[in-house]
């Protein structure tokens, strides 16, 4: 008589066996689809909401390298009478300058004139004209300052509310308190855009990074030509059945697994490969633009897939119809040390139509009044010159910025602060980068100082600790 050899058992291995029957119950919970997954990610960690919910999603448009107020919405007449002049010593002495430290510091005149639009007769660069045809409809800051001086951690600073590498974007902030509406596209996404002509300096994927949140929150990078996401259709000869068929059996033994090690990133894991196979179908639709009326493609003065800002403005509105919650479009090559009488009416043409049309857009279809738009750079711009080469320009500023915000409960036709006649400093309601975040939390219905995660033993929250406050007068 044969004796069947002995079977010896680990526990990891018996636990194994016994929780396939989890895993089935996994795999059935994913069959039963899109209304419990739906639920799930529509409540973020704030809930019930301790402040009244004014937007329900930010459009947040970047004009990376840092817009020169002087030729945008901040005018300044003794600035140009001074054209040419020694800058007053008593502004700038002891103070941090980036590549004018140490030079000859002389007054440079804002470039272009200025023009008044709509109701107030508000004065911004006659580059603009498109948003002189909204400014009853938007706030303009011209007091902002930030902490920072150079690119990258200044757009650390405006994006994480901290220089230091490694803290969650404030998207992924928003989608952590508030969760997503969209069921079948990730809740944070961006998009970048470049004007033809020049190399502008690189946009670090880690500007929509989650940090030390859970990595699901982090942005999604929507390319602006060509596929929108990498590798998102199936190989030849897979079906989708049969790829939905895969992403069900890969996460039910994700499940399992999960339930051995207790791993939050499986959790993220089974989560993404639920999003990517929806993404799947739900991509292709919001990129189809077919169904715009040939008066909104005008609108935006854009040709769908072309990847500029302005088709890019388009589909941040499709996105935010599907319950995209954070939306983050960057356009480069501000950076105008030189060349500026040259290269900013190129930018100006690339977005002053497009980022009004977005704000024509969202009002008409009923969305302004709970959508936070922003429109800003990392940092500002000297009043003083400087030269490359034969061309002028103007160096990193961080005293003086000017941007503009609309939509969901922010003053309309409103211009908040001010800088002194030259331009150098804000004086009057001086805002902070922190105040800005704190102020978008606010209008989505959270208390930006009571919102924090424990991270290295201490609260860390996208507002700091240096006591931001919300900016009352533009609401």
Known sequence: MSVAPFSFHTRRAFLGRVTQGVGAVALASLLRGAELRAATAARGVVHPLPLPQKAKRVIWLTMAGGPSQFETFDPKPKLAAMHGEPMPESMTKGQ???????????????QFPFARFGRNQTEICSLFPHLGGVIDDICLIRSMTTDAINHDPAHMFMNTGSQIAGRPSMGSWVNYGLGSAAENLPGFVVMVSTGPGRSPQPIAVRQWSSGFLPSRFQGVQFQSRGDAVHYLGNPGRVTR??????????????????????????????????????????????MDVRGETAKTLELYGCTPGDGSFAANCLLARRLAERGVRFIQLYHRDWDHHSLLREELPLRAKETDRASAALITDLKQRGMLDDTLVVWTG?????????????????????????????????????????????????????????????????????????????????????????????IKGIL
């Open 96 to 110: 941090q300058l980036a590549q004018l430290q140490g030079q000859k510091l002389v007054c440079h005149a804002p």
């Open 241 to 286: 059945a049969q790829q939905g068929a895969d992403v069900q059996a890969i996460n039910a033994l994700n499940r399992q697994h999960d339930a051995l090690v207790h791993d939050p990133e499986i959790a993220t894991r089974i989560a993404q490969y639920e999003m990517a196979f929806q993404m799947q179908a739900s991509v292709p639709e919001l």
């Open 378 to 470: 990392e940092f500002g711009r000297t009043p003083m010159s400087q030269g490359n080469k034969g061309t002028t320009g103007r160096d990193h500023h961080n005293k003086s910025m000017s941007l503009w915000v609309a939509g969901a409960g922010i003053r309309r036709g409103h211009v908040h602060g001010a800088t002194d006649d030259l331009g150098y400093a804000a004086v009057q309601d001086v805002c902070t980068v922190h105040d800005l975040h704190a102020t978008m939390l606010h209008q989505l219905g959270i208390q930006h100082d009571a919102f924090s995660v424990k991270f290295q033993g201490l609260d860390a929250k996208l507002t700091g600790v240096e006591g931001a406050q919300v």
